[in-house]
């Protein structure tokens, strides 16, 4: 019997849920230093991208891809950052993060530059469900 | 007119030519720190991912697929990052690295952590080289 996916424990901890895609579960993490998603394949087992096969990576650089649109429209990014790391969290997770040249760790990369920044109150879960708002035609689960 | 595409300078200084698959060209980076491949799509002007088409993203993520099976091989690697950061060079390319928990930066990502270590007398050629002929079906332009 396959395995069901479940979301990675520390990353469930450190993100608040966005919208569920076809192939992907979108979350927000929990730091106001960046406007940041995750966009996680709801596959398990899979640690890199080629542990997905072909037509699973086509769906998922299309899900990037309306991700980072919608991060670009709602926040008026200066540029976008995608990275599929996973030296930490082994599940397979790509960062989404949107980048301003005015940020704690511009023009370096985001990760262990400052510590998180919690949001004011209600603005993380405010964020999410415009985010979900904007997503086309997907299943919201911020609210 | 529609601008050729041009390799950025700083990405042609900091690398040495792998192989040209039909939308990127691929290049390692000068760092014996970790096995480190580039691969650039020849778009002109091209800064995100979401600058390139939808048909253009499906031949990318199928080529980064087919370098990160490659990389793998060949250096045995413990993990993959594959990330498109671009906050100091503008132009769209892929970081596909080879990470080891014994490397200078593990379990951080590469940027900013150590200074590039250049590879002994022949090695980065002879890598290049090697990359090369394991990729399928390409143009090796490493010698």
Tied chains: 1, 2.
Aim: with cysteine; charged share 20%; proline share 6%.
């Amino acid at each position: 019997m396959k395995a069901p996916f479940e979301l990675d424990a520390r990353l469930a901890a450190d993100s608040v849920p966005v919208a569920d895609l076809a192939l992907s579960t979108v979350r927000l993490m929990k730091d106001a230093n960046y406007p940041w998603l995750l966009v996680v394949p709801k596959k398990a087992g899979a640690v890199e991208l080629i542990d997905l096969d072909c037509d699973e990576r086509a769906v998922l650089v299309e899900e990037i891809a309306t991700v980072s649109e919608v991060l670009k429209a709602v926040t008026g990014c200066d540029k976008l950052n995608v990275a599929a790391l996973g030296n930490v969290v082994a599940q397979l997770h790509v960062h989404v993060i949107a980048r301003f040249a005015t940020d704690a760790a511009w023009p370096g990369p985001v990760w262990n530059k400052v510590p998180a920044l919690a949001y004011a109150e209600g603005a993380l879960e405010a964020l999410a469900a415009r985010l979900a708002d904007t997503l086309p035609g997907t299943a919201a689960v911020a609210r």
